[in-house]
DNA sequence: GTGAAAGCGCTAACAA
DNA sequence: TTGTTAGCGCTTTCAC
């Protein structure tokens, strides 16, 4: 079945039939009709690689991500895959999670082979032959979450979202404010959990509190990383009156601690996050909301502005909106006894 | 960059250099030598989509799931993934989420357009004229996790594993067993919480309890669901002393209800869950382990034993594996008082 | 608006 | 083992 055919059934030439189907290139409505036509009664569908060796259009974007089970890029990739299906587009999924090896295969072996138009690259911290190597590609590339030298990123402003949290807990009147951040092996990969802490540093400082070294803690961002943590932190003499965790995932850990050690949240601790997580609003939970499947739909326009002949404008550079949710984990600190 | 200029600077022709760096087709080794050199100067890859134009072969997979931000799902991708870009392959994911014209657009309009070489299905339950739709593609299929009319698909033996779930509970001693399943909802698209109930029931059954409908509960498959329906369970004047929940989330869900009513697991309700979730582990819930990852790997094998030329045999139709995994979620009930 | 025809870059059958 | 060559199925100029 291919397009022989259905030039033959619909009794035109295959360049109609590729214009029709296709869309560009001008074709008389009737015309059109026989021909749409005749394709369903076949059932044909264009063989994308003809397609692509003719035109150098892919119709596919490929999505490269350093994890598959993190709440926050199975969110961007559902909020792009959305997007990039209705804009007819494939997507082939590259993750880098694995020993070690996966990083250079894909760069080297899976991108170059020119199956894809444009590249997202989630949260990816690269090396600087590593950017190189994607910019040789000649493709439109954009990042999210993570700032790729010389790449149209969008990136959460994590020092500003991390002094909004810090700050609701300084204007709810807590001084003693830890903080969980990333721990070695985070922070050597991602920058994030150093902006998140910056953003913490800075906003008690603004508020003339010194810092405590004693205050931070870190941990891998995941739930049982950071219990243990915080059990640490709130077992303490001069215990902090409030928590602020660098994810949702991280401040449920604080959570569950401050419970299991006979604490009140938030009576005794006020605890705050950044994702608005899908059990953010379960635990009764304050965050930062981010939006990642914005913010991956809004990655897939930038491409598609990029490479679809009649595209829409590509969206305006705008900072990513982030919002403070207020729930139950935060209130003022009980008043000092003694 | 194309195959005729690796020819020409390796003094060889076209085909010889397709052979070499194929694999397929015999060339001397210091032919081959010369060809990858070349190859590796020039910056070489081969397109993907001539390649496929003139083979027939795309070194592509399809994976189509019903959500992406679920456990389960985000396993068999990861394992699946991991296992098909080491034998070379790229991974087209579709994702059926959303507001219902997905199915029709990906099966209709995005599988037929040969873009893969076999395709995945993940827990999809399909209609008869979807399954006819899927298997008239001609293409090798496998399905994960739901089992689609004559196709081969890997499902855990959710009956067995339900019932060994309910008999460990029975064998410490408990007999007012719940069970948490699913909501009309989850019982109208999936099989799966029908047969985790069936399985909780021939357990009674077979230890000669009566089944009781009281004891029954169906949520969403999400913490907060099952967090909701346990608490109507446990705030019964004959509680259950046993819960046996369809998910680990669910799992989860129960505790956290017992622990807001001032109940202690295990010593006033004992608490069991299936799929040894990534969080299990912290919660120290007793489960039923059954590791998709390893199911997504496997769906792999059996792919490419069909694809591949000189793939290796495929594997046996096995039963998949599921194992009872004690932690500190469950115990003999408290002596009965008064 | 439509058709003829020249590729797109590779693979595989065949010949040498 | 290696080279020659005919497509794979489509898109896109260029004529008309």
């Known amino acids: 079945m291919n397009i022989d055919e259905v030039a033959h059934a619909a009794g035109v030439s295959t360049a109609t039939v590729s214009r029709a189907l296709s869309g560009r290139g001008s074709v008389s409505p009737a015309t059109r009709e026989k021909v749409v036509e005749a394709a369903r009664n076949l059932g044909y569908v264009v063989s994308q690689a003809a397609s692509t060796l003719a035109s150098g259009r892919n119709r596919n974007v490929g999505i490269v991500v350093p994890f598959l089970d993190r709440w926050f890029f199975t969110n961007v990739l559902a909020g792009a895959q959305e997007r990039l299906m209705h804009a007819g587009y494939d997507i082939t999924l590259y993750n880098l999670a694995g020993r070690g090896d996966e990083r250079r295969i894909v760069l080297e072996n899976f991108l170059p082979r020119q199956r894809v138009d444009a590249v997202i690259a989630v949260s990816l911290e690269l090396t600087e032959c590593e950017v190189t190597r994607l910019r040789e590609l000649g493709k439109p590339i954009v990042g999210v979450g993570g700032p790729i030298e010389g790449v149209r990123t969008l990136a959460l402003d994590d020092i500003a979202a991390s002094r909004l949290a810090t700050e609701h807990l300084l204007s709810l009147g807590h001084t003693r404010i830890a903080h969980i951040g990333g721990d070695a092996a985070s922070d050597r990969d991602f920058h994030m959990p150093l902006k998140r802490r910056r953003g913490y540093e800075q906003a008690l400082r603004t508020a003339g509190i010194d810092l405590d070294e004693h205050m931070v ?72 909301a981010h939006y990642p499947r914005a913010q991956g739909a809004l990655a897939v326009d930038i491409l598609l502005a990029q490479i679809e002949p009649n595209a829409a404008e590509p969206p305006a550079e705008t900072p990513l909106p982030f919002d403070l949710i207020v729930r139950r984990t935060t209130s003022r600190p009980r008043p000092e006894q003694g």
Chains 1, 2 share one sequence.
């Open 217 to 288: 803690g870190g941990a891998d961002f995941t739930v049982q990383g950071s219990y243990r943590v915080a059990k640490l932190l709130l077992g303490r003499p001069q215990r902090p009156t409030a928590i602020f965790a660098a994810s949702d995932e991280m401040a449920i850990g604080a959570i569950l601690a401050a419970q299991d050690l006979g604490l009140s949240v938030p009576q005794d601790v006020s605890i705050i996050g950044i994702d608005d997580h899908d059990t953010a609003e379960f635990f009764g939970l304050t965050t930062i």
